[in-house]
């Protein structure tokens, strides 16, 4: 749900920012049907094998959405191995490429800021050059090839229509599955002026007063 903190909704690319679109966002914003999950699952072959999922219990924002996407998936029908561990041992855990019976793993959640996540050039889970790409390591082609055009391009319109292109591709190779967008509220003394917005503590041009 919506709230003045929070979208749902989101695509790959903030709201907000240049890139926004709406392309593919019914994957994200459509009905959901369990049972029509599960069905598909089936026919993609899955018969209930152990899906790892990694959970950071002393990290209460990622443990919140772990514990929501164990939700989610155990009403698809998977066999959800819920591994709850300090955050060192999950980003430990993430970098093995193994089974998940040698220590491997199948899902895990995180979030990123959104200037980070604004652009392709440092959207890193949107890579898609496979063991160079971030953890899960997608093999996406067509990603890299409108990465690169992205790149070269002189002008914003440009620049949209290949960020809708990315979106498109990215929901179909499922790089990652973008949960929302949230705001952290942030207060600070009233006599602490010229504070910068960021998404993360800056100082420089900051200055206190005596009032």
Not at 91 to 115: L, M, Q
Not at 122 to 148: H, Q, Y
């Amino acid at each position: 749900a919506e709230t003045a903190l929070s979208r749902a909704g989101v695509g790959f690319f903030p709201i907000g920012t240049p890139l926004a679109n709406d392309a593919g966002l019914e994957a994200v914003t459509g009905p959901r049907d369990p049972a029509r999950a599960k069905q598909l699952l089936a026919r993609a072959g899955y018969k209930g094998e152990r899906v790892v999922l990694l959970s950071p219990a002393d990290f209460p924002v990622v443990e919140a959405l772990a514990q929501v996407t164990r939700d989610v998936l155990v009403r698809c029908g998977m066999n959800v191995d819920y591994v709850s561990a300090d955050w060192g041992t999950v980003i430990s855990r993430r970098n093995s490429r193994e089974p998940v019976e040698r220590g491997g793993w199948s899902v895990f959640c995180t979030y990123g800021d959104g200037v980070t996540s604004s652009m392709p050039a440092t959207n890193n889970p949107l890579r898609g050059d496979g063991a160079k790409a971030w953890f899960g390591w997608p093999t996406a082609p067509r990603m890299e090839e409108l990465r690169s055009a992205w790149a070269d391009a002189t002008d914003l319109a440009a620049q949209r229509q290949l960020g809708e292109e990315m979106q498109r591709v990215a929901f179909d190779e499922v790089m990652y599955y973008p949960a929302g967008q949230w705001f952290p509220p942030t207060a600070f003394r009233s006599n602490v002026r010229d504070l910068l917005k960021s998404p993360f503590p800056i100082f420089w041009n900051a200055r206190k007063t005596d009032t």
